[in-house]
């Protein structure tokens, strides 16, 4: 891979993170990722690579994604690959229980937030005439999805309308959009599920098991390598055959 500037949102748990530590292995790379919270968190996995900074950088805000962006853009004059990954974390709750504020607070931080950090991030890709951009949507897009998740679908669903749309528009400046629809994974955000659960659907799976962050992880090694350069649009499984496109 070699010599890529890097940004991943949400990198301090979770999939971010594993992706964090699999991007910098490439001593070469510079790797940025964001979070909000988990400052402790955040402090120590920067600290592991002399290759990793950590940005505070509330998904929401408009100001503080482009504060965010160009900050790495006036160290480094580029930025080859974004990872848009954040996602805040949710109760299941019926439809007819939600309020708009679910939905809102899933929209700000997957598809608002997705949108400023790809305008940004897509200026600077132009400029150079490269860039690879990656959105995590989830495989509840692909198939029927589970109850009580209306919000965090929607939002989802939406994050895909603003890939594809994005891909129409940045091919030509040879920045290319592409998404990863991973299977249930076990992290904070899957955290309210008993273990039940995932024993239970990793029975009925077809590989007799979950999904897991370093399976998504090598989906987006392969999006960002040269192998992928004519990837553009595709929304690619990680599911081990549980959903079928
Ligand atoms: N887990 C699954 O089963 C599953 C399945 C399919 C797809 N996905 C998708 O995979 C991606 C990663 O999910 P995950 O399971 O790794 O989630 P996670 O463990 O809950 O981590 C979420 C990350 O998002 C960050 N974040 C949340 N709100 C933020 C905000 N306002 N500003 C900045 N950062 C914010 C968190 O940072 P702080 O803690 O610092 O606030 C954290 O680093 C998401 O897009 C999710 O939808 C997950």
Not at 9 to 20: E, I
Request: hydrophobic share 40%; charged share 20%.
């Amino acid at each position: 891979m070699g010599g890529k500037v890097i940004l991943i949102t949400g990198g301090s748990r979770g999939l971010g993170s594993k992706l964090v530590k699999r991007l910098s292995a490439e001593n070469e790379n510079t790797v940025y990722f964001t979070y909000l919270n988990s400052e402790k968190k955040a402090a120590e996995l920067a600290a592991q690579f002399n290759n990793v900074t950590a940005l505070k950088c509330d998904q929401r805000s408009e100001s503080q994604i482009i504060d965010c962006v160009s900050k790495i853009d006036s160290l480094h004059g580029r930025l080859d690959v974004l990872v848009n990954n954040a996602c805040n974390s949710f109760k299941p709750c019926e439809l007819l229980s939600t309020d708009w504020a679910a939905f809102q607070d899933c929209f700000d931080v997957n598809v608002k937030g997705a949108y400023f950090f790809t305008r940004e991030a897509a200026k600077i890709m132009k400029r150079q005439g490269a860039g690879k951009i990656i959105n995590v949507l989830s495989s509840y897009v692909l198939n029927v999805p589970p109850e009580k998740l209306s919000f965090y679908i929607t939002a989802k669903y939406a994050l895909l309308g603003i890939s594809r749309a994005a891909a129409v528009e940045l091919g030509k400046w040879g920045v290319t959009v592409n998404m990863i629809s991973p299977g249930l994974m076990a992290t904070d955000l899957s955290g309210h599920l008993p273990k039940k659960y995932f024993d239970m659907q990793a029975q009925k799976h077809p590989m007799k098991r979950m999904a897991s962050t370093d399976d998504a992880a090598d989906v987006v090694e392969f999006l960002i390598s040269d192998k992928a350069k004519f990837l553009n649009g595709t929304n690619i499984p990680v599911n081990g055959g549980e959903v079928f496109l």
